[in-house]
């Protein structure tokens, strides 16, 4: 491998707490650098242990560990501080402008989603910034990696509703309120601060549900609860429209350890591993063994991700296929939404004005709805082969809203 010319990749790893995604995470990168790419390699993970993993100390910035490889250890609250000052000035500007006069900069690191915020534009900024091939991304645990992956369609959700309206009404009634009353409006300098960090807000959601620039990789152990685990996040991550590529399934019991203790271990391991064969098809799915020994730094990465990784490239996209799509059929257009492993009772769509509304248990996500299926109604939805099919009515829907349709099969 040589050094790619095209744009960044980013790859992500997530699972549940404590199955290895820092190890899995940290020994990609490493295996990339060697590979020749330029890699940077991030943590989301409040819980640092990046640095643990690679046998190094890690700050805030960029720092070289092995040639072509840079690595950072994300403080956001430092890292607000010192580098996103204009988010910082914005917030303050936003509060002071609604009245709330005595926020200390110190406290809005408390505000929630603050941390992921930061997170993403430093994700976006890694990205943009043209010095590597290839970022990876040690995620947080599921839970907090579906949150901070939902947060920019929910910023970009409020800022269309909110900001957009605000934004117009800013232009046109400035100049006029402001002679006429003292109504507070939030000065030109706040508008364009706030502007400028949803237009990047914007680029990073492009960016991490467009699968030719982001593959997210599950990590499991081959254990009950974890695989339960991390079938339900290859669904919610789905809805969110986020392409899962691969699984790598991390501690498998090595061919050659053997001893009697082991032997229903080994037996327990064989099932789940068939099983995540036909769950999680068509994803490929890459196994690292359990090491002899504790593992620490990166010639120990280095030994695992050669095994893991044998003749893949672990940036590559390794799965084709669009979370999201308009087909045409007898029966009109069918909007379909990859959802795999979803289950029928724990669905249910909905029109509302312009966009389809897809509730999943807890999970909600809204989508703009293309022109042509625009003001109609839902006339069936139907949940085929892990794909969310809905149907439109032909006839107009005025008032632009429905009842929630339950998912058929
Ligand atoms: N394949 C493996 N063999 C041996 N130890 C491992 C393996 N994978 C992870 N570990 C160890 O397990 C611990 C937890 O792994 P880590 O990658 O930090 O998990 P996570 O990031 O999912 O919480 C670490 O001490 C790590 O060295
Ligand atoms: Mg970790």
Redesign the pocket.
């Known amino acids: 491998m040589s050094t790619r010319s095209g744009p960044t990749r980013v790859v992500l790893f997530t699972?549940k707490?404590?199955?290895?995604?820092?190890?899995?995470a940290a020994a990609a990168a490493v295996h990339l650098a060697d590979a020749g790419h330029r890699v940077a390699l991030t943590s989301a993970d409040p819980a640092h242990?990046l640095a643990d993993?690679l046998g190094v100390a890690l700050s805030s910035d960029l720092q070289e560990v092995v040639p072509g490889l840079v690595a950072q250890q994300l403080d956001a609250r430092q890292r607000l501080e010192e580098h996103w000052g204009e988010v910082r000035e914005w917030l303050l500007d936003v509060f002071d402008w609604a009245g709330v006069r005595s926020v200390e900069a110190e406290e809005l690191s408390v505000l929630p989603g603050l941390d992921d915020l930061v997170a993403l534009l430093e994700l976006q900024e890694l990205g943009a910034s043209g010095d590597h091939d290839v970022v990876v991304v040690d995620c947080g645990p599921t839970a907090e990696t579906v949150r901070l992956l939902s947060l920019p369609e929910l910023l970009g959700w409020y800022s269309d509703r909110f900001l957009g309206v605000s934004r117009r009404l800013h232009r046109l009634a400035r100049p006029v309120l402001g002679r006429l009353t003292d109504l507070p409006l939030a000065g030109d300098a706040v508008f364009a601060a706030g502007v400028d960090l949803l237009d990047r807000i914007e680029a990073v959601r492009i960016a991490l549900s467009d699968p030719a620039t982001t593959s997210v990789r599950l990590?499991v152990q081959p254990e009950h609860m974890v695989l339960a685990e991390a079938r339900r996040t290859w669904t919610s991550l789905s809805l969110f429209g986020y392409h899962v590529d691969g699984v790598v399934v991390?501690?498998v019991l090595p061919e050659d350890a053997d001893a009697p203790f082991l032997s229903a271990w080994r037996a327990t391991q064989a099932r789940h591993l068939e099983r995540i064969g036909t769950d999680f098809d068509p994803l490929p799915v890459f196994r690292?063994?359990?090491?002899d020994d504790?593992?620490s730094g990166v010639d120990d990465l280095r030994r695992?991700a050669e095994r893991t990784w044998a003749g893949t490239d672990p940036s590559a996209r390794l799965v084709e296929g669009r979370p999201l799509r308009v087909e045409d059929t007898d029966d009109g257009p069918v909007l379909v939404v990859a959802l795999p492993l979803a289950e029928r009772d724990q669905l249910d769509v909905a029109v509302v004005g312009d966009e389809l509304v897809v509730t999943l248990g807890a999970l909600r996500r809204c989508l703009p709805l293309p022109w042509a299926l625009r003001r109609r109604g839902v006339a069936s939805a139907r949940l085929v082969d892990g794909e969310l099919r809905v149907s439109f009515t032909s006839t107009g829907n005025p008032t632009g809203a429905t009842n929630g349709t339950p998912v058929g099969t």
């Open positions: 699972g707490g404590g199955v290895g995604k820092t190890t899995t242990s993993a990590v991390n501690r690292a063994d359990l090491a504790e593992l695992l």
